[in-house]
């Protein structure tokens, strides 16, 4: 796609599901050095490391273009999910921290959601690579989209129409970097994401917000099933409420409606 389809795109998201905050596009970079040049990387440009979600906050909310590689991530959990750690067994590192912060009762238990999860292996890549969607000049791996769930219920029916299939959902209330990011890329598959419990606190994803994220070479075809789906019956955002039914009000409004000649 040309940056102008991006840019219309990303304006017929927002404007038809009246988003608060842009779409993101997501890149997965092999090579840090292929950074755009005005990329922000926190490390540089804020003389900080950040966690992943925000970075993601950063690219929706900011409209920044983020670049986010080892040296600018300080969340140790999503740079092990990233393969910016040197650990030499990812899921026993996390299967630990897991328990040692009480988010599992045991190991084993913690190692089995883990496999579960969809992760990068050390060194896998080098750089993540995240701009509002309408701004992007690179084709996303991942797209990811922020809304209440009447918003990213539009998407779910989109992407149904479009493939015949209903979206999955794989919640756990942390780390959730790896379901809204990795996944979609890996498995090539849509996801409706529940933020987790750091994005909450760090990035600042607000309680009504839940996100939709999907391969980023479906977008024009997303696009296009949101403009036709559910339209012989108006569905739309916001959803319009049945107006065509006659209310039935309390006794004493009953009362006094018949005393003054209104009922």
């Known amino acids: 796609m040309s940056d102008a389809d991006f840019r219309e795109?990303?304006?017929?998201?927002?404007?038809?599901?009246?988003?608060?905050?842009?779409?993101?596009?997501v890149k997965f970079l092999k090579d840090k050095a292929e950074l755009p040049e005005k990329t922000?990387?926190?490390?540089?440009?804020?003389?900080k490391r950040i966690a992943i979600c925000q970075g993601v906050t950063m690219a929706r909310n900011y409209g920044w273009p983020v670049g986010l590689a080892k040296e600018d991530v300080i969340c140790v959990p999503g740079a092990i999910v990233f393969g910016f750690s040197e650990s030499p067994d990812p899921p026993d590192s996390i299967a630990r921290l897991f328990c040692e912060v009480n988010f599992s009762s045991a190991e084993d238990l913690a190692r089995k959601e883990i496999s579960s999860m969809s992760r990068f292996e050390n060194g896998e890549i080098e750089a993540i690579l995240m701009a509002p969607l309408g701004f992007a000049s690179f084709?996303?791996?991942t797209i990811l989209m922020y809304g209440n769930p009447a918003q990213v219920m539009r998407l779910a029916q989109a992407w149904s129409y479009m493939a015949g299939e209903r979206v999955a959902g794989h919640f756990g209330g942390k780390l959730?970097?790896?379901?809204?990011?990795i996944v979609p890329f890996k498995t090539q598959s849509p996801r409706v994401v529940i933020p987790g419990q750091g994005e909450r606190i760090f990035a600042g994803t607000q309680d009504d917000e839940v996100a939709f994220a999907a391969p980023g070479k479906?977008?024009?075809?997303?696009?296009?099933?949101?403009?036709?789906?559910g339209k012989a019956i108006g569905a739309r955002y916001p959803v319009t409420p049945y107006q065509n039914f006659e209310p039935d009000f309390p006794k004493a409004h009953k009362a006094l409606g018949k005393d003054l000649g209104i009922l």
């Open 40 to 47: 922000r990387r926190p490390s540089i440009a804020l003389g």
């Open 176 to 181: 959730e970097c790896d379901e809204c990011l």
């Open 139 to 141: 084709e996303p791996d």
């Open 218 to 229: 479906f977008l024009p075809e997303l696009a296009r099933a949101l403009k036709e789906v």
């Open 9 to 25: 795109v990303a304006e017929f998201f927002r404007n038809d599901l009246r988003l608060k905050t842009f779409p993101v596009a």
